[in-house]
């Protein structure tokens, strides 16, 4: 089981500059989450698919953030512009819902992202 | 997701067992208590859960009460890898997971 993988593994760019982080998750997991961490709030849920689906994206903080699912095997998470204040470690989660048993959340090891 | 709180910070001695609080009054009874540690520079590592029984896997032990309002995770034999922000956290896991400012637990040589 290869976990869930995300890429860049560090993206440092500009302000104003577009920025897309990809994730793809555990096979066969149906749910999907970003995350960001910051020093000063922690960690934040902002968006979450099931079956490719966007549920709930109440965490997203922008209309610069956009997030797609175009299959079950891959994630974008855009930041378009990117600011100084995006700078943060984007994290991605897989699960896999249903039956009666939760199953956990298994994260990627994060995009660190540096927006000057 | 309900609340919960842990202290901020733990000593441990190294090869002592670690024990770690966690209160979650609020807790429905449908919602589960997930332990994840995170160890600077990773992403948050799922440790163990539970619903009510006490569970025990190869990395720790998890301790929930009767009432379920508070439970404790035990590493048996602590080492120096183990040092690492540990976070309490209770909810349905479907809906993703609300994540709070953890417990540094710090293992001293």
């Not at chain 1, 961490?37 to 490719?52: A, D, H, K, P, W």
Request: proline letters at 6%.
């Amino acid at each position: 089981d290869a976990g869930v993988i995300q890429s860049p593994r560090h993206e440092v760019t500009e302000m104003g500059q577009e920025v897309t982080l990809r994730c793809k998750p555990i096979s066969g997991h149906n749910s999907l989450f970003w995350y960001r961490q910051t020093m000063m709030r922690g960690l934040e849920l902002l968006i979450y698919f099931n079956n490719n689906v966007p549920i709930d994206d109440s965490g997203m903080p922008e209309d610069r953030f956009s997030a797609k699912m175009p299959n079950a095997s891959f994630s974008t998470l855009k930041i378009q512009p990117s600011e100084p204040r995006d700078s943060a470690v984007y994290f991605c989660a897989s699960t896999a819902v249903g039956g009666s048993h939760n199953s956990p959340l298994h994260f990627g090891n994060g995009t660190r992202l540096t927006v000057t | 997701d309900a609340k919960t709180t842990q202290p901020t910070s733990m000593d441990c001695a190294e090869g002592r067992a670690a024990n770690l609080p966690c209160n979650h009054s609020t807790i429905s009874g449908n919602e589960y208590v997930y332990w994840y540690r995170q160890i600077h520079s990773q992403g948050p590592q799922y440790i163990i859960h539970g619903l009510k029984n006490n569970e025990t896997n190869e990395m720790a032990s998890l301790i929930i009460t009767e009432d379920r309002k508070s439970s404790t995770l035990i590493l048996p034999h602590a080492t120096l890898r183990d040092t690492a922000v540990y976070y309490c956290i209770s909810g349905g896991g479907a809906d993703g997971l609300t994540f709070g400012k953890g417990t540094h637990l710090i293992i001293q040589p």
